[in-house]
């Protein structure tokens, strides 16, 4: 089961392009971003389940969304995204426990960080980043990766997916249409 989860990774991976993020931090790599050391503390805004892709659609990864707590008492106040709001997601593996009836799935170890920075001078509007598990730094993918591409087009509030949290749910956060 665990060489199946490194399996979806590498995929996923694969899906979003080499990752090339260096722990190094180069001068004139501007916005190069730090983990954020109080994660762990950032609200949980909501959670979703990847399924792998078969009809029995079985789960395969829990994914965790967090936003840095001033950004989000900003955004539920306002009801706008400011530059330099930070949105974090974080990947677990999920093991299937059967001796609890029903079953259930619980979040194994951490795999990765994928992290959104609200930025309207960027050509995205945002920058994207990825942290593998174990890396401190990230710099930010190029314009127009594949992570904007996704937002951009199926995003439902300011490139995010806001309609997706409960805790932003009944904000009825939506772009004009
Ligand atoms: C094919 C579409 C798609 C691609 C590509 C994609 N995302 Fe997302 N992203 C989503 C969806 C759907 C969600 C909703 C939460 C979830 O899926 O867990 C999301 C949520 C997020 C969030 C939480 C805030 C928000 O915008 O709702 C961050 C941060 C994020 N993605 C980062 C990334 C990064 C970094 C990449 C590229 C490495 C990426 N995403 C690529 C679809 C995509």
């Known amino acids: 089961m665990r060489n199946l989860h490194w399996a979806f990774l590498a995929a996923w991976a694969l899906t979003m392009g080499a990752l090339s993020n260096s722990a ?20 949980t805004l909501g959670s979703t389940m990847r399924t792998d892709g078969t009809p029995a659609a079985i789960p395969r990864q829990l994914r965790q969304v967090q936003m840095e707590p001033s950004a989000y008492r900003r955004l539920v106040e306002t009801l706008r995204l400011s530059d330099g709001d930070t949105f ?30 609200i ?18 730094s990230a710099s930010p993918r190029p314009p127009g990766n594949e992570c904007a591409v996704c937002h951009a087009a199926r995003g439902t509030f300011d490139g995010t997916f806001a309609h997706m949290y409960p805790t932003l749910a009944p904000l009825n956060l939506r772009d004009p249409s």
């Open 119 to 136: 930025d309207r001078s960027h050509p995205d509007g945002r920058r994207f980043y990825v942290f593998q598990s174990g890396q401190t």
């Open 24 to 43: 190094a931090q180069p001068a004139s790599s501007a916005h190069t971003l730090t983990r954020p050391a109080d994660i762990a503390f950032w609200p």
């Open 88 to 117: 974090a997601v974080l990947f677990y593996g999920v093991e299937h426990d059967t001796t609890h009836t029903p079953s259930l799935y619980f979040a194994q170890r951490e795999q990765a960080l994928a992290m959104e920075v």
